[in-house]
Antibody
């Protein structure tokens, strides 16, 4: 069974740091790019970060650029999100998701086909 | 930056009816970059449609995606109790890499 399990969430003070993890199983982790998506309380989904299969390419939402760092360990089938200089507005449920970029019939298709259940981050004093 | 506007914000329908959810982009998007997700409280988002109209694995044919350019739609026929959820459209872009619509809540009437 394809599965993603996030961990590492918790309560942290503004300005603090937290490291989220996402354990992958049931698929060849190293063959797929990965993303983090978050959902603030009462709000919709917001893409946060992306990392390529080998970990050399990444991209971030403007709201977290310079504060968050995405990384991966393909040997351990794990994805990470290092969150520094946390703000109250970073409070959210954080999901990891498997990115798909498929080339079919002369078209590229991009989407997220598998999601974890999420881990909650609360930034508050 | 592409902005996706979903309408209506909330849709109240009875089981058995047909739901039509709209997703409008601020500029023309490549259809193969457009996806739809279903999200229920306490569960991870679930991929329904990718490429604007291709159903994901295991998704019932009651779910149909359509549209092109700036106007896309998700149609759910013969609503069942498990269909009541929040639905998001999403597009792959350049900056930001992914954009989601604000969501449409489908509730039981």
């Amino acid at each position: 069974e394809v599965q993603l399990v996030e961990s590492g969430g918790g309560l942290v003070q503004p300005g603090g740091s937290l490291r989220l993890s996402c354990a992958a199983s049931g698929f060849t982790f190293s063959s797929f790019a990965m993303t983090w998506v978050r959902q603030a309380p009462g709000k919709g989904l917001e893409w946060v970060a992306y990392i390529s299969t080998g970990g050399s390419d990444f991209d971030y939402a403007d709201s977290v650029k310079g504060r968050f760092t995405i990384s991966r360990d393909n040997a351990k089938n794990s994805l990470f999100l290092q969150m520094d200089s946390l703000r109250a507005e970073d409070t959210a449920l954080y999901f990891c998701a498997k990115h798909r970029g498929d080339y079919l019939n002369e078209n590229y298709y991009y989407y997220m086909d598998v999601w974890g259940k999420g881990t909650t981050v609360t930034v508050s004093s | 930056e592409i902005v996706l506007t979903q309408s209506p914000g909330t849709l109240s329908l009875s089981p058995g009816e047909t739901a039509t959810l709209s997703c409008r982009a601020s500029q023309s998007v490549i259809s193969s970059y457009l996806a739809w997700y279903q999200h229920k409280p306490g569960q991870p988002p679930r991929l329904l449609i990718y490429g604007a109209s291709t159903r994901a694995t295991g998704i019932a044919d009651r779910f149909r995606g359509s549209g092109s350019g700036t106007d896309f739609a998700l149609t759910i026929s013969r609503l069942e109790p498990e269909d009541y959820a929040v639905y998001y459209c999403q597009v792959f872009g350049s900056s930001p890499l992914y954009t989601f619509g604000q969501g449409t809540k489908l509730e039981i009437k």
